[in-house]
């Protein structure tokens, strides 16, 4: 596609509920990246992958958190019983390698919202 | 490991003067350097980046950035300010060796009063 793509836009749910998050990276792109942000703390890596696997997963902040990417292109971000400090933007980046050099193109976000 | 300081949240300058907004960094080797800026409700959008040779890198709409080993900074310019460069701005860095995360600043907040 044309650029990194995420879905929903927007959710809002309740305490307790699990919610699912999905991103589209730009087609060819061999790595993903998972990102929090914050109010005033900026972004919190998440997770990555290279291809369908994930060989860092240091930055999930607890158990709730998991990812998973098949067929080395769409991702999804579970969080399972929703607490209210997990509403964030919760942004995704796709590149063409892992390479240090190379830049991160970043999708719009989901913004989660926990009642 | 790896930091960046954003030492200023907000910076507000004068449309058609020049802007600065500061980055610094530490990594145990050598840097990888990037700047992202990010508009209301919308993703990072990448505008330059650092990897070697010149000192001086030029990226998008006119923004370039200054790489100075000393000091230990980064820190990003352009010569005019336009209203519309009024948005959140992100330093990164990335050690030279490995597949580690990219690191960023919390931002920091440009206006451009007309």
């Known amino acids: 596609g044309a650029g990194v793509s995420q879905s929903p836009s927007n959710k809002v749910t309740e305490k307790g509920k699990d919610v699912e998050l999905r991103c589209d990276p730009i087609?060819?792109?061999?790595?993903l990246y998972w990102y929090r942000q914050s109010l005033g703390q900026g972004l919190e890596f998440l997770i990555y992958?290279?291809?369908?696997?994930?060989?860092?997963k240091s930055g999930l902040p607890s158990d709730r958190f998991s990812a998973e990417r098949t067929g080395g292109s769409v991702s999804t971000l579970t969080i399972q019983r929703t607490q209210q400090e997990d509403s964030a933007v919760y942004l995704c980046?796709?590149?063409?390698?892992?390479?240090?050099?190379?830049?991160?193109?970043f999708g719009d976000g989901t913004r989660l919202s926990i009642l | 490991a790896q930091s960046v300081a954003q030492p200023e949240d907000q910076v507000n300058v004068a449309e058609g003067n020049p802007l600065t907004v500061k980055c610094t960094y530490s990594?145990?080797?050598?840097?990888?350097l990037f700047w992202y800026v990010q508009y209301p409700n919308r993703g990072l959008q990448f505008l330059l980046k650092?990897?070697?040779?010149?000192?001086l890198v030029k990226g998008s709409y006119g923004f370039e950035a200054e790489f100075n080993k000393s000091q230990t900074s980064f820190h990003l310019k352009k010569p005019s300010a336009l209203v519309s460069d009024s948005a959140l701005y992100f330093c990164?860095?990335?050690?030279?060796?490995?597949?580690?995360?990219?690191?960023f600043g919390k931002g920091t907040r440009l206006s451009v009063i007309a």
């Open positions: 650092y990897i070697t040779g010149d000192n």
């Open positions: 980046a796709s590149s063409l390698g892992t390479g240090p050099n190379q830049p991160q193109h």
């Open positions: 087609s060819g792109h061999t790595a």
């Open positions: 990594v145990s080797g050598n840097p990888y």
């Open positions: 992958f290279q291809g369908n696997s994930a060989p860092d």
């Open positions: 990164a860095v990335r050690e030279y060796s490995g597949n580690t995360p990219l690191v």
